[in-house]
């Protein structure tokens, strides 16, 4: 059975840092490009970052430099280390594969920037 579990958010004051991990269960994790999405209110869930089985990570420019994606394929988990954080930043984080088919949508983890 598939299964991604995300923890780690919390409530953090602006310039915080937090540290986000996902564990993966039922699938070949370590043949998967992985990814963090995060959804804010009232939005459509976003990828934030990738990274592929060789540790290239693709991100978007607005998240480089406060952001870093990790991986751990001996233990099936998925990090982000998030920095610098920002009031826009509260968003409910994901972790998924990067490319379709997507798998089930775990619970998430949320993430909440005071000002």
């Known amino acids: 059975q598939v299964q991604l579990v995300e923890s780690g958010g919390g409530f953090v004051q602006a310039g915080g840092s937090l540290r986000l991990s996902c564990a993966a269960s039922?699938?070949?994790?370590?043949?998967?490009?992985m990814g963090w999405y995060r959804q804010l209110p009232g939005k459509q869930r976003e990828q934030v970052a990738t990274i592929q089985r060789s540790g290239t990570v693709t991100m978007p420019r607005k998240f480089q430099g406060r952001f870093t994606i990790s991986r751990d394929d001996s233990k099936n988990t998925l990090h982000l280390e998030m920095r610098d954080l920002r009031p826009e930043d509260t968003a409910i984080y994901y972790c998924?594969?990067?490319?379709?088919?997507?798998?089930?949508w775990g619970q998430g983890t949320e993430v909440t920037v005071s000002s």
């Open positions: 998924n594969k990067a490319f379709d088919p997507l798998l089930a």
């Open positions: 039922g699938i070949n994790f370590r043949l998967n490009v």
